[in-house]
């Protein structure tokens, strides 16, 4: 998911056109339009990763079952999906836009949400 993310990233920079296809104003507006759709696959990854960790919290979900292992699995690989959308959706605008200088807060706010989903080793509370 990383090289994903960092492919978003770099595409702009190696693709991106000379000029915008739009001007300024619609640009304006997309990017603001497509900004909403980057944090709404943002928070959906925490929601994702909320209801992920409350199931294990509770019982309901036991992590060292095979069917549990699947089931973080899967939606370990659905909130990182959901990071990478984040910079795909920057690399959108910066390409429309023709500016790739645009992509670097989208690629940033899903790198950090990349590492905040990585998985980690288990810790068993003190007693």
Excluded: K, N, Q
Aim: charged letters at 15%; hydrophobic letters at 55%.
């Amino acid at each position: 998911m990383l090289a994903a993310l960092v492919l978003a990233a770099a595409f702009p920079f190696l693709v991106g056109p000379e000029d915008p296809s739009w001007p300024d104003a619609r640009i304006d507006v997309f990017t603001f339009a497509i900004t909403l759709l980057a944090m709404v696959a943002g928070v959906g990854s925490l929601a994702l990763r909320e209801t992920l960790v409350r199931a294990v919290a509770s019982g309901t979900l036991d992590p060292r079952s095979p069917d549990g292992a699947d089931r973080v699995r899967v939606d370990l690989f659905r909130a990182w999906a959901l990071c990478v959308a984040v910079g795909l959706l920057g690399a959108f605008v910066a390409y429309a836009s023709a500016r790739p200088s645009r992509v670097w807060p989208y690629a940033l706010g899903a790198g950090a949400l990349l590492l905040f989903h990585a998985p980690g080793r288990a810790v068993p509370p003190r007693e």
